[in-house]
């Protein structure tokens, strides 16, 4: 997984207008007609950067593997027998020290 952030050369506190204007600076450098790879890969940064929620996730993803894979064994494995899915305080805890260590 490559980082959107440095993909598009933007820092991970950017907002939206910066990461926007850097996206469409890029397209207008390496048009997809001319650098078709490149502009992919500019293309899947921005969709996963374009809105705050986005970025959010993005960094989780990025900084907390350990934290996502407990998570998604917790979802595989179910908290109660046969339910098939995880407490809400595991998935809260899980998700309460993603964000912690992505704001660290």
């Given at each position: 997984?490559?980082?959107p952030f440095t993909t598009l050369g933007v820092r991970e506190d950017a907002g939206d207008d910066e990461i926007r204007q850097r996206y469409?600076?890029?397209v207008r450098a390496f048009?997809?007609?001319l650098e078709p790879e490149r502009f992919q890969a500019h293309r899947a940064?921005?969709?996963?950067?374009q809105d705050a929620r986005k970025r959010l996730e993005a960094t989780?993803?990025?900084t907390n593997d350990a934290a996502l894979s407990r998570l998604?064994?917790?979802l595989l494995?179910?908290?109660r027998p046969?339910?098939?899915?995880?407490?809400s305080a595991s998935v809260k805890a899980l998700l309460v020290e993603g964000v912690e260590k992505a704001l660290a």
């Open positions: 997984m490559t980082d469409l600076a890029l048009p997809p007609d940064a921005y969709e996963q950067l989780l993803l990025m998604n064994a917790s494995q179910g908290s046969g339910s098939g899915r995880p407490s």
